[in-house]
């Protein structure tokens, strides 16, 4: 997408959603390397539903019938309603439980979005147990098949904020239960790749961004509800969902045995007190900062990325001009704050 077809603001979730699953040329070429049917497991979060739909209207801009089976408990049914409505086939799966796996038809391709973050501080072993035994009962039912698996930068320790940040060859030094669960996530991949020849990409992705959820999301709300922002974590990365979407779907063709390993978000370091600032400005809104920023921040190296997949095409400076608009108007949030403010890894 060429950042003049970007529209100035986004007025509804139907031109959200409409933004996010309009594939680019490059998708449209890719989706031809990817054999029916591809599976996503996880598919009723917060990105699956927009990763299926786009994966559906590249192959059908291509002209290759891609059958996609979009498959998770859908604890949340507005996921699954969305998702039929789109003409995808889901399936109620809890992939803990083996037996139940079984439903799923045989592929070769495989998106993996099973995680669990939040509420891994005060009760650990659900986190736990679905970033690791989710892994290990996906990889055995699908040996062989091309997983295309999300990762996170929180398996990487801290760096310091001019650094440019952690690069995927760097040591991964995990700071709290969710971190090390998600490293042990990795690790379950590389074992099965290992042992079933089971190619894999771990896409280890930081932060994400639609409207309704992200970092400047936060930082949004937070203005308008003109509460006080800490910038002791004083800085992040961010790229646009329907960018990080578009690069999960090509990855397919970078899976290999031992699991390739690829940090997926913007090149530049976003200082909070700045982007905060260009909000308050676009809202119209005082803010007001508490602490001081920290040396050392949660960052990862993009160069890898950029360097197989291109620069993502929409800038940050958009997105913040669109969350800002969109805050203003009331619009929708998921009510799922990233928590990016956590130091200590307790989320
Ligand atoms: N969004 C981001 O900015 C971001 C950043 C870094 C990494 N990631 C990674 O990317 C992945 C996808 O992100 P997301 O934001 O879509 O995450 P999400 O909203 O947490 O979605 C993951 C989904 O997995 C499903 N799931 C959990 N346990 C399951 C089980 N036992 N069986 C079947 N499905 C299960 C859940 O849906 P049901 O309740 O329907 O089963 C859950 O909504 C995550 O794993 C996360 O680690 C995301």
Known sequence: MNTTTLPDEIRSEEELEE?????????IQAIRGVESPLVILGAGGKMGPSLAVLAARAAECAGHPLKI?????????????LLEARGIRTVSVDILDRSQLKQLPDTTNVLYLVGLKFGSSTNPVPTWITNTLGPITAAQRFAGARFVALS?????????????????????DPVGE???????RERMFEYFADKDQTPCTLVRLNYAHDLRYGVISD????IIMERPIDVTMGHFNAIWQGDANDVILRCFELCSVPPSRLNLTSSETFSVRDVAGQLSELMGKSVRFVGGES????????????????????PV??????I???????????????????RDGRF
């Open 19 to 27: 933004l996010l699953t309009r594939p680019t040329d490059a998708l």
């Open 69 to 81: 089976v979009a498959a998770s408990r859908f604890t949340n049914d507005s996921a699954r309603q």
């Open 152 to 172: 996170t930068g929180n398996v990487y320790p801290f760096t310091p904020t001019d650094s440019g940040g952690s690069r995927e060859s760097d040591r991964l």
């Open 178 to 184: 969710y971190a090390c669960a998600a490293v042990a």
């Open 219 to 222: 930082l949004a709300q937070r």
């Open 295 to 314: 040396e050392c921040a949660l960052l990862s190296n993009a160069s890898q990325c950029v360097k197989q997949f291109g620069q993502p095409a929409t």
């Open 317 to 322: 400076s958009k997105l913040i001009q669109w």
């Open 324 to 342: 800002a608009a969109w805050t203003l108007r009331g619009g929708k949030t998921l009510g799922k704050p990233t928590g990016f403010e956590s």
